[in-house]
T-cell receptor, first 113, second 111 residues
Framework: KAGVTQTPRYLIKTRGQQVTLSCSPI?????VSWYQQTPGQGLQFLFE???????NKGNFPGRFSGRQFSNSRSEMNVSTLELGDSALYLC????????????FGPGTRLTVT | DQQVKQNSPSLSVQEGRISILNCDYT??????FLWYKKYPAEGPTFLIS?????DKNEDGRFTVFLNKSAKHLSLHIVPSQPGDSAVYFC??????????FGKGTRLSVIA
């Protein structure tokens, strides 16, 4: 089976712009979670989607949003980018919600200048 | 408030010796714990897990120990190999709550 794929892998944006990141889960997986990783920090949970419904949301401002499509692919959007949004954004999938073993994609490295 | 803590940012071990990575948690509702390994420019890879009904789980060279009374878990790697050099993340969850990750420990295995 193909693993979790994320596009793009690298992205450079300017403050104030918005960005959309994409994630394709492992075939058959219906749960997709997003995480932010910054230098020296662990993975900070952003949100989880299961069957197109947001199941959990982390402690991030409303500028961070996401959605999931009927084929389980997911996108996250960050509006009005700030310098502090520079991070590695990781997507993980699992076969169902509540299953804790998640499989991660390679991440999208976002740099905000 | 950091619910999952990995107090050692880095650890160096000689090849062939044991590597012990530690993790402490504060939330008594956590009942499932995982370790992930991360190489640069890659996403984390699941390594091993343990539920709160057990105190030990073993998979090849990797063993995770859980001490519920101390709210402490550890990952033992024996013997350590240079390919084990990576950042190791401890994660925990309770019920259907999202995984909570520690900040990671960078392991360097020296040949």
């Amino acid at each position: 089976k193909a693993g979790v794929t994320q596009t793009p892998r690298y992205l450079i944006k300017t403050r104030g712009q918005q960005v959309t990141l994409s994630c394709s889960p492992i075939s058959g997986h219906r749960s997709v979670s997003w995480y932010q990783q910054t230098p020296g920090q662990g993975l900070q949970f952003l949100f989880e989607y299961f069957s197109e419904t947001q199941r959990n949301k982390g402690n991030f401002p409303g500028r961070f949003s996401g959605r999931q499509f009927s084929n389980s692919r997911s996108e996250m959007n960050v509006s009005t980018l700030e310098l502090g949004d520079s991070a590695l954004y990781l997507c993980a999938s699992s076969s169902r919600t509540g299953v804790f073993v998640q499989y991660f994609g390679p991440g999208t490295r976002l740099t905000v200048t | 408030d950091q619910q999952v803590k990995q107090n050692s940012p880095s650890l160096s071990v000689q090849e062939g010796r044991i590597s012990i990575l530690n993790c402490d948690y504060t939330n008594s509702m956590f009942d499932y714990f995982l370790w992930y390994k991360k190489y640069p420019a890659e996403g984390p890879t699941f390594l091993i897990s343990i539920s709160s009904i057990k105190d030990k789980n073993e998979d090849g060279r990797f063993t995770v120990f859980l001490n519920k009374s101390a709210k402490h878990l550890s990952l033992h790697i024996v013997p350590s190999q240079p390919g084990d050099s990576a950042v190791y993340f401890c994660a925990a969850s309770g019920g259907n709550t999202p995984l909570v990750f520690g900040k990671g420990t960078r392991l360097s295995v020296i040949a």
